[in-house]
């Protein structure tokens, strides 16, 4: 088994705590948002063409997936470069800053990619259904940026 299966959630598990800084450099704690769905997606870096696309598909269909879970995004970037990318594209969720890549790492979001033929290690984009109890409802690896925030909704349609 490799490294990345290790680290991999399952459904069911409780969700790895977190303390990250958001844009606006305040903290956000998962532990205060108990009693609340949460949509957790990691994603490699912001204002890329992906990330740009994954972040507005989930912006768009804020209103419809509000009512059953908060969305936030994580990333390595800095929370300065969070508050461009939120203000580039008025993107509605907060985005939290990992730098140290921990909570990345926490959730198995960070391991061997590969790209044009070549194998390296970053970010593996990844999105979390949590509970509003704090436990894993859903967890999915390796997804593609394009239509992703809709089958995130259309899962959220048949837990609801």
Do not use: W
Request: glycine content about 6%; proline content about 6%.
């Amino acid at each position: 088994m490799d490294e990345n299966q290790n680290a991999r959630l399952a459904v069911g598990e409780l969700a790895p705590q977190f303390c990250l800084s958001d844009q606006d450099e305040n903290l956000l704690c998962l532990k205060d948002l108990l009693g609340r769905a949460v949509i957790l997606y990691f994603y490699p870096k912001d204002m890329t063409p992906g990330c740009t696309t994954e972040a507005c598909d989930f912006n768009d269909r804020l209103d419809r997936i509000s009512p059953h879970a908060m969305v936030i995004g994580i990333s390595p970037d800095t929370p300065e470069s969070h508050r461009k990318f939120r203000s580039s594209y008025g993107l509605q969720f907060p985005l939290l800053s990992d730098p140290t890549l921990d909570t990345i790492r926490a959730y198995g979001a960070y391991g061997k990619k590969m790209n044009y033929g070549k194998t390296f290690e970053g970010i593996i984009r990844s999105t979390f259904l949590i509970s509003p109890a704090g436990r894993i409802d859903q967890a999915m690896y390796n997804v593609k940026a394009t239509g992703h925030a809709e089958r995130v909704l259309a899962q959220l349609n048949k837990e609801n």
